[in-house]
Structure formats: C-alpha cells, structure tokens
C-alpha cells in the first residue's frame, strides 16, 4: 500500500519536476535513509523512474502510471487539501468501500479490522466533512468522485505489484483492498502461482476439486486472500466476473446444485462483486426450470440444455 511517506514524495514530483534524494528529504521532512527505502519501493511499483547525474547521484521523477495520473487529477480538482497528510494506508483501505452507502460494521468485518480502527481511518474525513452519512450508513462525499478514483487505483496497483513479481502476464480481473482475482497468459506464471503461498485457482479450473471437469481455454484464473478460506460461493462469482457467457453460467449453475450453495449465502458474496441480480436470475432458472432468454447482460441456457448438461455430470 502507498504510504504515507510515499505520498508526500509522490507529491512533491506530482508537477513534473526531478528531485534528488536529498531534495526530497528537505521537502517532506524525512531522514535520506528514509526517503531512499520509500524511492526504491515507488520505483518498483513503477510509480517514478530514475535516471544519474554527475557523480552517480540519483535524480527522480513521476511517471504516468495510472495511480501518477488520478493523484494529478485529484489534487486539480481538490488542491486545497493536504492530501498526504489525510491520507494514511488505512484510511485509503476504508475509502475503498465509500462508493456507497456502507456501514462501519460492514467494512470492518470485511477489512478484518475492529470498529475502532476504521472510525480512525475515517476520522480524518469526518473532520473535514468529506463523508456524507445516511442514517448509519457512510460514504464519500458526491464531489469526492477524484478521491475514489485515487484510491481504486491505489489498490488496484498494490495488487498488481504483488502479483506481477511472481507473474508478469498477469491481470487484475477484480480487487478489494484484501483480496485479487487475476488472470495470468504465460503457463510459466501459471506454475509460479500454483507454488506461491497465498495464491489458490480458482474459477473453472477449481471445478475439478468438486467432482466437475472442464476442458479449459487457456491458462486458470488466481484467486489472492491470505486470510480467506476459498469457498464454493466464491468460485461460482469469480467465475462470472471472468465471464458470464452461457458456458460459464452453465457450469456455475452445476456448482450451485452440486454443492447446493445456500442462495442467500451466494447473493451475500456475489454484493462485492456487483453480480447479486445475476445470482438472483440463476437460482430462478434453477427452482423454476423454465424457458429462458438473455437476460441482465448474461447468456442463459436454456431448460432443454441446461437438463442435458447435468445429466452429462451426473448433478442431480
């Protein structure tokens, strides 16, 4: 996650300019011994780039990666805001959640962390009445939009990071602050990923561990969530945010019967990947075995084919 001291050097090369490491230190008030550890991290995030003047010294500069470009934009739009100095790591995870009403409870439990501590990532916010409350419920503020920009990006490059070191084909499909679902082209990232702790298949390939054998189109999708036990309701929404063709459908269909998913268990997983009308549709299909057609922006089988497919698998 950028840090807090990132941020300030992120801040201060925002402008376009180059800066030396003892530069830097004067500006954000950092010893250089601190200002090199944080330069070499935003370096490999490919946050900024580095070349040498006289004497090998090393001179920096941002460059325009995605998470570069939405900080830039933030602080055109909302300059007037110490926005380092608001925005710790924790508070960047909270605000994740801020793209609707939301309540604490809620976004602690899926952080992992107490109520407490995320009253305290968000009180610098609420000090500045940057959130917009509704009833219990919290988000971010309308003409915050830039913000939740910054902080998607921020995630979404955190997640990139990690899983480019082991896998450099790989995607980021979908990411909260915890957890990643990516897709990887190379068999190579492949195998470094089935040999990397934290990382499980998932998707169609992790159907086989449920009796359900696929033929598969390319390399498996990867599921990171240190903290998670990987479930079959997960599986069955990865698998539809990868892609909710009829084949897919199909298959998470199979799923839901064949370990008989709970539907409101499904629906509770399938809020934070936006797909719950989807999962709604399925189990519908599933209870009412009727003609259907494409329906919600997805392909549905129809009776007569989906019939044949779990008699093909043995899914009662």
């Not at 055109?76 to 801020?98: F, M, N, Q």
Request: aromatic share 8%.
């Amino acid at each position: 996650m950028l840090s807090k001291a990132g941020l300030e050097i992120l801040d201060v090369l925002c402008s376009g300019r180059k800066a030396t490491a003892q530069e830097l230190a004067v500006e954000t008030g950092h010893s250089r011994k601190q200002v090199y550890r944080v330069v070499d991290d935003l370096l490999e995030a490919g946050l900024i780039d580095e070349s040498r003047r006289h004497h090998n010294q090393r001179v920096v500069r941002a460059t325009d990666d995605p998470v570069v470009e939405a900080y830039r934009y933030l602080i055109s739009k909302i300059g007037h805001v110490d926005w380092p100095e608001l925005l710790s790591p924790a508070t960047i995870r909270v605000c994740w959640y801020l793209d609707e009403p939301r309540r604490i409870t809620t976004i602690a439990d899926r952080l992992g962390i107490t109520r407490q501590a995320a009253h305290k990532a968000l009180s610098p916010l609420k000090n500045r009445a940057m959130l917009a409350p509704s009833g219990p419920d919290y988000a971010l503020a309308d003409d915050l939009q830039p913000l939740l920009a910054f902080v998607q990006k921020v995630v979404t490059q955190e997640h990139r990071t990690r899983v480019r070191n082991i896998a450099p084909s790989a995607t980021i499909e979908w990411c909260d602050p915890k957890r990643a679902l990516v897709h990887v082209q190379e068999p190579g990232d492949t195998d470094a990923l089935q040999h990397a702790p934290d990382w499980d298949v998932t998707g169609l390939a992790k159907f086989q561990a449920y009796g359900l054998r696929f033929f598969l189109a390319g390399e498996p999708a990867f599921w990171y969530a240190p903290d998670d036990p990987l479930t079959p309701a997960d599986i069955v929404c990865h698998t539809l945010v990868l892609e909710a063709d009829s084949r897919n459908v199909s298959y998470a269909m199979l799923l839901i019967e064949q370990e008989q998913i709970n539907e409101d268990e499904l629906i509770e997983t399938a809020v934070w990947y936006g797909i719950e009308p989807m999962i709604a549709r399925l189990y519908r299909l599933i209870e009412e075995d009727s003609e259907t057609t494409d329906d919600a922006g997805i392909s549905l089988p129809s009776a007569r084919e989906y019939a044949t497919l779990k008699e093909q698998y043995g899914v009662a």
